[in-house]
């Protein structure tokens, strides 16, 4: 069974500096897809940015950038330049690609991210 | 472009009853997964509907059930309420066959509290 675990609950960060979210999973799938989403107070689960297994080049968005190691089965995302509006929920997401290309999402527990002005 | 859309967003239920709620996916979307989310945590997979059949199953009870509609947009229903089941349902829609550019949308969810 693949499992993701994001070990830090609550971290805080300056408004305009970078913080690095961690995430790990465990899998015995070569291919799969990872992502990173954002859940603010109004609820609605938001992509951020989102990782191919195979490929090696590690994934930017703008500010959001990810640091994939495979063979760790390591996920972080880095955020840069933070921004008051990026206080949200985080949450760190599994994808197989498996017979369906829909594959069901699996999260981690999630971390709570504060941006101080 | 609406995205996707549920009703009803909050609700109080009381134990040992059933609810229903409901999803209208993003459109052009055929797929539709449902959530369950306690707070403080990830959300959990229910299950997914495709071509108005579940398609995937997570470890759910079978007090747990859906529907898909010709029109793709799909129902949840939950029998015999238990208080543990007061959580925040989320609906995702995306399409299928297109592998990883298939962009999974989700809803606000629908705030279910049983008392």
């Known amino acids: 069974a693949q499992t993701v675990t994001q070990s830090q609950p609550e971290m805080s960060v300056q408004e305009a500096e970078t913080v690095t979210l961690s995430c790990t999973y465990d899998?015995?799938?070569?291919?799969?897809?990872l992502f990173w989403y954002k859940q603010p107070p109004s609820r609605q689960m938001i992509l951020v940015i989102r990782?191919?297994?195979?490929?090696?080049q590690n994934a930017t968005e703008n500010r959001f950038s990810v640091n994939f190691q495979k063979a760790a089965k390591s996920f972080s995302l880095k955020i840069s330049d933070s921004q008051l509006g990026d206080t949200a929920m985080y949450f760190c997401?599994?994808?197989?690609?498996?017979?369906?290309?829909?594959?069901?999402?699996?999260f981690g527990q999630g971390t709570t991210l504060q941006v101080k002005p | 472009d609406a995205g996707v859309t549920q009703s009803p967003t909050h609700l109080i239920k009381t134990r040992g009853q059933q609810v229903t709620l409901r999803c209208s996916p993003k459109?052009?979307?055929?797929?539709v997964s449902w959530y369950q989310q306690a707070l403080g945590q990830g959300p959990q997979f229910i299950f997914q509907y495709y071509e108005e059949e579940e398609r995937q199953r997570g470890n759910f009870p079978d007090r747990f059930s859906g529907h898909q509609f010709p029109n793709y947009s799909s129902e949840l229903n939950v029998n015999a309420l238990l208080l543990g089941d007061s959580a925040l349902y989320l609906c995702?829609?995306?399409?299928?066959?297109?592998?990883?550019?298939?962009?999974?949308?989700f809803g606000e969810g629908s705030w279910l509290t049983v008392v």
């Open positions: 995702a829609s995306s399409l299928e066959g297109r592998g990883f550019g298939n962009t999974i949308y």
């Open positions: 899998t015995s799938e070569n291919n799969y897809y």
């Open positions: 997401a599994f994808m197989t690609h498996g017979s369906s290309n829909t594959g069901k999402l699996i």
């Open positions: 459109s052009g979307h055929d797929t």
């Open positions: 990782q191919e297994a195979y490929k090696q």
